[in-house]
């Protein structure tokens, strides 16, 4: 049966060395190099350039420029990457927050590997590695704290602790989800006018301690207690930033985010 991702036109000996693992690496590691050598990022949104959710270009942008994206694109290659490892990968899209409490869109790209882990490298500020969906599990991660949570209709939701209260971060609807179902929602997060990831700059960095931010022109740094340090960058401070954040662009793509 034809795979409908396209797995196979992955070159994985090139992701692997984007982000420094090894084929015998545990998915917990995978995930974590992941993670750390890809940066969350919506900057060809931004520079009119566009996302493409095709494997091929995700690959060319993301491994071979150096580059980081958002959700799907960090779903599309993780996902390629580890089918090619050997695991068995289902793609599904998630609702962001609680639809209890406010209704939203089937949005944000998840992996559900080997039937029985959450793995989500596309979130921004979310898991560090992946989660077992198990119901009421509890995960340390660093300095942070996640919960998955199975409710009744069979959707599972990932749920973050914070000043001593869970956050949902998204529900995950048990439907099947299909390479045009990405399409689609890509086609709108992308152009849709009130996408926060049309109105501006995205870029998030997070690790065992904290999390770096820099939404438009407002970069802070969040750690687990709590504390933030937040500043206005200027124009003369924007290549730097991005570049202490993991993402080198040249002079005129940084003077066109301006």
């Not at 990022?41 to 995700?58: A, C, H, T």
């Amino acid at each position: 049966m034809t795979d409908p991702w396209g797995v196979d036109r992955l070159d994985l000996d090139a992701y692997l060395a984007r982000i420094d693992a090894a084929p015998g690496d545990a998915l917990a590691a995978i995930h974590r190099a992941h993670l750390a050598a890809i940066p969350f990022e919506n900057l060809d949104v931004q520079l009119g350039v566009g996302v493409s959710v095709d494997l091929p270009d995700v690959q060319a942008k993301l491994v071979d420029s150096h580059r980081g994206g958002y959700c799907y694109e960090h779903g599309i290659l993780l996902g390629a990457a580890l089918e090619r490892l050997g695991h068995t990968v289902e793609r599904r899209l998630a609702r962001i927050g609680d639809p209890a409490v406010l209704a939203r869109p089937r949005s944000h790209l998840v992996l559900v590997v080997d039937g029985r882990w959450l793995a989500d490298t596309g979130f921004g500020s979310g898991l560090l590695e992946p989660v077992p969906l198990v119901d009421g599990f509890v995960s340390h991660q660093g300095a942070w704290t996640f919960r998955t949570v199975r409710l009744g209709d069979g959707s599972w939701q990932l749920h973050e602790l914070h000043d001593g209260a869970w956050q949902t971060h998204y529900t995950i609807p048990p439907e099947t989800t299909y390479l045009v179902d990405v399409e689609v929602a890509n086609f709108a997060t992308s152009h849709r006018p009130t996408s926060r990831f049309v109105l501006q700059v995205v870029v998030i960095r997070k690790d065992d301690e904290r999390v770096r931010a820099l939404i438009g022109r407002r970069f802070t740094v969040e750690t687990s207690d709590g504390k933030v340090e937040d500043r206005t960058i200027g124009d003369d401070e924007l290549g730097d930033v991005l570049r202490d954040l993991g993402l080198s662009l040249s002079a005129d793509q940084v003077t066109a985010l301006g």
